[in-house]
């Protein structure tokens, strides 16, 4: 706990056998709670968890995507009478000992969400993150820059951790199942109000971590796109959009 505030820790986790137990390891010790869902991976990754101790262990029927997974996370991590959640990916591509770093701004409520920077500093490219991904990391954050008035290093950190409240007040199951969900989270938290923070983080690009496909990473580019546009043409204002304004 960080001032009397629980912190649970989700992992929404595919294909993640061999890098559970080194993500578990490096995990700090303030860390209430674990959740992980496994999303019908095709290897061991629900058994080497349920092995590893981990409390609480899920798994989809069937794959559903990253999007849903992370909705299964949050609403399991809520359940469990979260006040901070930390999403941890369990491929160890992201440094896990930094989760209580990410949690703290928003236990003391300087913070309503928290993202782990792979561009500050240098640790996206010595960390071996590929060129062309650094690229459009670059070029997509340009550009939601340009449109959002918010200031962020990137908006496509998958190392973030939220306060119960944003949670509660986001349309989470309302969003796509796919990896735009990340993004979308993102803007209907600044169209809400509330304010994100930023830390640095070093991250790990080897075979152990996952990666999606240049086709995918192109289809997620352009909903990035239009997801922005979006919000842009509500004259600021995403959340007044029919498909968001549930949460107001």
């Not at 690229?135 to 939601?144: E, M, S």
């Not at 190392?159 to 803007?187: C, G, K, T, V, W």
């Amino acid at each position: 706990m960080i001032s009397g505030k629980k912190i649970v820790v989700v992992m929404p986790a595919y294909n993640a056998a061999e890098t559970i137990g080194k993500t578990l390891a490096d995990l700090p010790s303030a860390v209430d709670d674990i959740v992980l869902v496994d999303d019908c991976s095709v290897d061991a990754t629900y058994s080497r968890a349920r092995d590893l101790g981990i409390k609480h262990v899920l798994r989809h029927q069937e794959n559903s995507g990253y999007g849903s997974n992370q909705k299964t996370c949050y609403n399991k991590a809520l359940e469990l009478g979260a006040d901070v959640v930390v999403m941890v990916h369990p491929d160890y591509q992201y440094d896990p000992r930094l989760a209580i770093s990410l949690a703290s701004p928003i236990a003391e409520g300087v913070y309503d969400c928290m993202l782990a920077s792979r561009i500050l500093g240098t640790g996206a490219l010595a960390g071996g993150m590929p060129w062309y991904k650094y690229l459009a990391n670059r070029i997509l954050t340009t550009y939601q820059n340009l449109l959002i008035p918010y200031k962020l290093s990137e908006y496509h950190s998958g190392y973030r951790a939220f306060s119960r409240e944003l949670l509660e007040r986001l349309p989470l199951n309302e969003n796509s199942d796919d990896f735009i969900f990340d993004n979308q989270m993102l803007l209907q938290t600044i169209g809400a109000g509330y304010h994100i923070g930023e830390l640095t983080c070093p991250t790990r690009y080897d075979e152990g971590s996952s990666s999606i496909s240049i086709k995918r990473s192109v289809r997620y580019g352009l909903s990035v796109i239009v997801a922005t546009l979006e919000y842009r043409l509500n004259c600021w204002g995403f959340l007044d959009s029919p498909r968001y304004r549930k949460s107001l």
